[in-house]
């Protein structure tokens, strides 16, 4: 691996997104010593016969430009990935199709001659959360990033906990309304939390062509009917979140993404609705917080990954 400078405590750490990715070197205490925003990886760009080796050569091509210049200080490489992961395998990933059962880690390890960890993007912001965020290494995590649509990661005991297939904790596809005429969701079914609780969603049911943040401003102008989308979305996390207790005993929750700017008009509406439907003895004791990491959680997640 070549001679390491003082500073060899300091890993690598890379958020893949569908368009862009981002990479940070990143110290033993989550400060994060250099970083490049957004280096262009446009997959939805290649070929639609394009093979998982293609889009490991383009990840590869990437990645290299990204950390070159950290290379000889860093011994390790944590990758925060869009897709479902198990054991560093890529089973699938709905945004980038092309990669099917491919053994990413191992693929990027060989290319980059370093150790190569990588995870769910969610499960990644939900270990940065719990390690340097507004998680503080809670017994167990639960962590919410609203975004897009909805992710989900649980960390218990210190560790990821991802299923037996890479895909526990889709939260986002969750029903939460069960009405008919429920919104139908990407995922093919219908009511699901992401159709209601994402920052896509809330643009989309305001309209106008406006983003998610403009929303925002006019709820903060008064705008009624911006407000009563933003508590709508509240409510639906707030039931779902109570089902998560439920099922998994939890007293730590965290969210983070573009709609936290929103904190204010969410959370009434989640605290009450999880209130309402968490069981007698779990009531007052669960805590929700917005993230403290503002948009590094997945960074230092996939940091925290070879940590
Ligand atoms: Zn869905």
Known sequence: MGNLSPVSSAVIAV????????????????AVIGEVRRVRADFSRLDAAATGDAVVAVIVDRLRQAIAPWLDQAARIGIGFPGYISNGVVMGSPNIPALHEVALAERLADALHRPVVVENDANCAALGEWRFGAGEQAVSLLHLTLGTGVGSGLIRRGAIFSGDQGM????????VDWRPDARRCGCGGLGCLEQYASATAV????????EAAEVHARACDGDGRAKELFAQAGAALGGAIAQ???????????????MIGAWDYLAP????????????????????????LHDHAGLL?????VM
């Not at 526990?168 to 029903?175: Q, V």
């Not at 209130?275 to 993230?291: D, F, H, M, Y």
């Open 244 to 258: 998560a207790v439920k099922l998994l005993d939890l007293r730590a929750v965290t969210i983070s993404g573009g």
């Open 269 to 292: 509406a989640l605290e009450r609705a999880m209130e309402a439907n968490l069981l007698p003895p779990q009531q007052g004791k669960v805590t929700v917080r917005a993230s403290t």
């Open 168 to 175: 526990a904790l889709e939260m986002g596809h969750l029903r």
């Open 15 to 30: 958020d893949i997104g569908g368009t862009h990715l981002r990479a940070a070197l990143v110290a033993a205490d989550g």
């Open 301 to 305: 997640g996939a940091a925290a990954l």
């Open 203 to 210: 643009a989309r049911a305001y309209g106008h062509g406006v």
